[in-house]
């Protein structure tokens, strides 16, 4: 029986990555010598980091939220958001804002109660 998933991304530098998901995201680090695990709530996410000189291959995370406009009001004010302006809904998606990671790693913040894969 699966019990959970956790993704497990590559990344430039682990220092400066956990800043960010700490500090911008709020998640809690837990370091493990080469890689570290970010946790908020139940999401969790493993980071190791990738040798000099090697490439990442840049992933794609979909985080489902309760509080979809503070969100996007906190990383706008950060300078992450993307697109910039208002927060629309997609014809096609639910209401869905993106920022990336410093390593390029495309997070999107989708309204939880509009998420129909449950």
Known sequence: ???????????????KTQAFYRDMLGFEIRHLGYMFYA??????????????????????????VDDMEEWYAQL???????PKGALKPLPYLPREFHIFDINQHLLRFRQASLHTGR
Do not use: C, W
């Open 1 to 15: 029986m699966f019990q959970r998933i956790v993704p497990a991304l590559t990344v430039h530098h682990l220092g």
């Open 39 to 64: 946790k908020r709530n139940d999401i969790e996410i493993q980071f190791s980091e990738v040798l000099p000189g090697q490439k990442i291959m840049p992933s794609e995370l979909i985080f489902y």
């Open 76 to 82: 706008s004010r950060l300078n992450l958001v993307m």
